[in-house]
């Protein structure tokens, strides 16, 4: 499959967590890759301890075939509009890793340009790690702009060097991967998930009962039911469970997450939709984040983190950095 798609000159700008797995996957996927970044940047030092050549924003996408934006999303209208649109080369592709400013029309891209969308699902260190060991995190692709008459192969050909066609590659549009991306972090996998946590440690606490036994059994088990899930879903978490937990699960499951709960699950997904999500989220992001720095300190400040920090430190393999392969030997020394 990939031996006839184009192997463009790629430029990632920004190495954070999706720019240095990207970068890492396709140089090794035989890609002629540059990193763009600005000097003295907190991740340059990073990149070119990777090998990489690294020049400014400008210069790295001035002969760049394909020019990846891997930059915080709030962040790449200004650097589209000062930096990426004036110096890219006639033809090129500009290629997002979420359709947020695309698709709410912050950018608009320059009608010469292919504007294609390949979105791994997994953060960065995922899509390195499973890379590493001949796996693949699944990912999606679309087309907003197609010039060329070839984006689709171009978009192709880099899921294909991050490593996602050994998992699975889906098309999809602009639309329908940033609505769900958002909806996904939003009401289940972050804002869903944590709440749920801290909601349930809350509970248990305000009984009285032992902070480290409510850590244990509404953080730290989460992971193995988790991972049952992953492994063969909600089927695979009910073969592994007991019959009480089974009975427990049926019976006050639905009594937690109700109805009411998938209504907000709706509105949420309605301000998503509508743009209000998208527009508050600049207008805080222009004011400074005050609210977004207050929220993040008091989640950072909750209860539960205090006793997970002395519970984890006990777990010695925790400390050994996951996305190294020798885990086993930093966890011992
Ligand atoms: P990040 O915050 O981890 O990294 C951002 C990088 O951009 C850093 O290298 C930073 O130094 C650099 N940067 C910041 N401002 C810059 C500027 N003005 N000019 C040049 N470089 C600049 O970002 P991330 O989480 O990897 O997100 C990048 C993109 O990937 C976003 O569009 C995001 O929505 C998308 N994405 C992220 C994830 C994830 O798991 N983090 C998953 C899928 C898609
Ligand atoms: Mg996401």
């Not at 140089?27 to 030092?45: I, K, N, Q, W, Y």
């Not at 692709?141 to 197609?146: I, K, P, R, S, W």
């Not at 991967?177 to 996904?184: A, V």
Request: aromatic share 8%; hydrophobic share 40%.
């Amino acid at each position: 499959m990939t031996s006839n798609l184009p192997q463009p000159k790629i430029a990632v700008v920004g190495y954070g967590s999706q720019g240095r797995a990207h970068a890492l996957n396709l140089r090794e996927s035989g890609f002629d890759v540059v990193v763009g970044l600005r000097a003295g940047g907190p991740t340059e030092s990073k990149a070119k301890a990777d090998g990489f050549v690294v020049k400014s924003p400008a210069d790295a996408v001035k002969d760049a075939d394909l020019v990846a934006v891997l930059t915080p999303d709030m962040v790449q209208k200004k650097l589209y509009n000062e930096v990426l649109a004036p110096n890219m080369k006639q033809g090129a592709v500009l290629l997002f890793a979420h359709g947020l400013n695309v698709h709410f029309g912050m950018i608009e891209p320059r009608a010469d340009l292919d504007v294609v969308l390949v979105a791994p699902k997994g953060p960065g260190a995922l899509v390195r790690r499973e890379y590493e060991i001949g796996r693949g995190v699944p990912c999606i692709y679309a087309v907003y702009q197609d010039k060329s008459g070839k984006a689709e192969q171009y978009a192709l050909a880099y899921a294909a060097g991050l490593g996602g066609a050994r998992a699975n590659i889906i098309k999809t549009t602009f639309k329908e991967e940033t609505e769900t991306d958002l909806f996904g972090e939003q009401a289940v996998l972050c804002g869903g998930a944590s709440s749920l946590v801290q909601a349930g440690f809350e509970t248990l606490v305000e009984a009285g009962y032992q902070p480290e036994i409510a850590y244990y059994e509404v953080l730290h088990e989460l992971k193995l039911i988790v991972d049952l899930f992953y492994e063969g879903g909600i089927t695979r978490m009910l073969e592994f469970i007991s019959e009480t937990a089974q009975y427990g699960d049926f019976v006050s499951g639905p009594r937690v997450i109700d109805a009411s709960v998938k209504a907000r699950m709706k509105d949420v997904l309605t301000d998503i939709q509508n743009g209000t999500f998208t527009k508050n989220w600049v207008a805080e992001y222009e004011a400074g984040l005050p609210n977004y720095k207050k929220w993040q300190q008091a989640d950072k400040d909750h209860a539960i983190e205090k006793v997970g920090q002395q519970l984890r430190a006990k777990m010695v393999w925790l400390q050994a950095n996951a996305s190294q392969p020798d885990t086993d030997e930093q966890a011992a020394a």
